[in-house]
């Protein structure tokens, strides 16, 4: 019997001393912002790049993603990363929202029709000389944050809640835009009434009449039920701005390049895992909100080209004396 005794209370020594190895593994915790719910194609690319940092780490790194603006709105995100994070590590955003924060080269991938395809896009993101090393922009420039990984949820398409035929249709239609410069201009050179306004508030504000529509890619128009109060999705692309998975430079400049490794390689496979979702989801999408009644509008091929014309004055205003940065995205795609 006490033989017995000794043998469970060994079991059980060894059993607690591996449970405390197994809490002290889990030693870096970090917390992951994105605004859409979570079945949206970011949140779960965002779950993703968690379960990867996991396993490469083997559980030292633990990544806690919080969706649906729980963290704040992209503003109060970036703000976070900005004064060394601790609130939000890392934050999913656009490549088009970041011209505002110093983020000159970065922000070329928002530009209107920059992009000719989705292949091209990522031809140019995975290149080292541009794609790769626009990633270390932030820091080169003291943002105060860096790059990780691309995320894609496809090119951005306005909605309205009043019928629209087409791109004309847009002119002095009040449309919300993010809270960011590039994509005021964009808009605008489309001919509507720019309207910056949070993202977690424009359901209420089509609802309501503040604004008469928004613009967004085929998941979270979907995931975020716009097509309740917005019915008609017109299909003008005017970005395809990719997404990136920031996080505060003051808390990757804290770990080690081991861990700065694991980061990079699980942003890597999150990216991949991306790619071989986004455009059977896309499809997917279009015929489910078809039967939801939503009215899909294509655009004309010459009156997408006049849009891409019209949007030519947004490129300049924002490629002034790094021109050659936008001709070398151009140049990769041909």
């Known amino acids: 019997m006490k033989k017995l005794l000794s043998m469970i209370l060994a079991v059980g020594l060894v059993l607690s001393m591996f449970a405390g190895m197994a809490l002290a593994e889990a030693e870096l915790t970090f917390t992951y912002a994105e605004l859409n719910g979570d079945d949206n194609i970011n949140s779960r690319v965002g779950y993703k790049f968690a379960e990867y ?28 990363l900005q004064m060394g994070g601790g609130t939000v590590d890392f934050y999913r955003g656009n490549t088009n929202s970041l011209g505002d924060y110093g983020i000159r080269k970065m922000t070329l991938f928002g530009l209107p029709y920059i992009f000719t395809s989705r292949d091209n896009m990522w031809k140019v993101l995975d290149s080292e000389e541009i ?39 847009l002119k002095g239609k009040k449309i919300r835009v993010p809270e960011t410069t590039l994509m005021m201009d964009t808009m605008a050179a489309l001919g509507a009434e720019p309207t910056p306004i949070s993202y977690s508030e424009l359901y209420s504000s089509i609802q309501t009449g503040v604004v008469d529509g928004g613009e967004n890619g085929y998941p979270g128009y979907d995931s975020n039920k716009f097509y309740e109060v917005a019915p008609y999705y017109l299909l003008d692309g005017h970005t395809f701005s990719p997404g990136v998975i920031l996080m505060a430079e003051a808390r990757w400049n804290q770990l080690s390049e081991e861990d700065q490794a694991i980061l990079k390689e699980a942003g890597k496979k999150a990216s991949a895992w991306n790619k071989e979702q986004i455009e059977a989801e896309e499809a997917a999408l279009r015929k489910s909100l078809e039967e939801k009644g939503v009215t ?39």
């Open 53 to 80: 940092v996991d396993e490469l780490s083997e559980g030292r790194i633990k990544i806690d993603v919080f969706t649906a603006s729980q963290l704040g709105d992209e503003i109060t995100c970036l703000n976070a």
């Open 131 to 169: 794609g790769q090393a626009f990633l270390n922009e932030g820091a080169e420039v003291g943002a105060g944050f860096i790059g990780i990984a691309y995320t894609d949820e496809g090119a951005r398409h306005t909605f309205t809640s009043m019928e629209i035929t087409g791109l004309n249709d």
């Open 296 to 334: 899909i509008i294509d655009v004309p091929a010459e009156d997408m080209a006049a849009a891409q014309e019209a949007c030519k004055t947004v490129w300049e205003g924002y490629s002034e004396g790094i021109e050659d940065v936008l001709q070398a995205i151009v140049d990769i795609q041909q």
